[in-house]
T-cell receptor
């Protein structure tokens, strides 16, 4: 069954801890993306990757890091430097010049 | 960067009504998508429509690229149409990310 899998669905962490969110796709898409959504707001781009071993900062990259060691995987690490990490995180993928498709998201709560 | 404005921000309708949602953008685009976000947060692709008109059942969309706006039409609304509708655009080619509007929150009452 093809698609984009984000795990876990809910994640709880203590302040000061780094946390890594998983995103896997089996659609053979070249590009992958991470977005953040806050309550009542649209989505904002954190990082994106057009190809393996390459990625670019989006609009709100501070306090986040990513890696793209495999085409299928694009994990996002929320570091302790991110001042307001509690949010809904959505991963997407797409072929070049094509529509984006989204996973079901991970809700991160940091207390 | 490119600006995306959606209107209205909120819309409450009775079941069976029709609605029009608008998306204005500040620059030329080569990708425009409409999404529906359901109450569980899932983003559903509705249309990929950088220009022209498309229809899918009770939903249709029109993008007038030269005038920098897109419209999403919902006819004969059902309660399951409730949720937030987002417009998102990309200016250039390649694989740059989409820029999202703040959405239209639609509530369909029985």
């Amino acid at each position: 069954d093809g698609g984009i899998t984000q795990s876990p669905k809910y994640l709880f962490r203590k302040e000061g801890q780094n946390v890594t969110l998983s995103c896997e796709q089996n659609l053979n898409h070249d590009a992958m993306y991470w977005y953040r959504q806050d309550p009542g707001q649209g989505l904002r781009l954190i990082y994106y990757s057009q190809i393996v071993n390459d990625f670019q900062k989006g609009d709100i990259a501070e306090g986040y890091s990513v890696s793209r060691e495999k085409k299928e995987s694009f994990p996002l690490t929320v570091t302790s430097a991110q001042k307001n990490p509690t949010a809904f995180y959505l991963c997407a993928s797409s072929p070049k010049n094509s529509p984006l498709h989204f996973g079901n998201g991970t809700r991160l709560t940091v207390t | 960067g490119i600006q995306v404005e959606q209107s209205p921000p909120d819309l409450i309708l009775q079941e069976g009504a029709n609605s029009t949602l608008r998306c204005n953008f500040s620059d030329s685009v080569n990708n425009l998508q409409w999404f529906h976000q359901n109450p569980w947060g899932q983003l559903i692709n509705l249309f990929y429509i950088p220009s022209g008109t498309k229809q899918n059942g009770r939903l249709s969309a029109t993008t007038v690229a030269t005038e920098r706006y897109s419209l999403l039409y919902i006819s004969s609304s059902q309660t399951t149409d409730s949720g937030v509708y987002f417009c998102a655009v990309r200016k250039g080619g390649g694989a740059d990310g989409l820029t999202f509007g703040k959405g239209t929150h639609l509530i369909i009452q029985p």
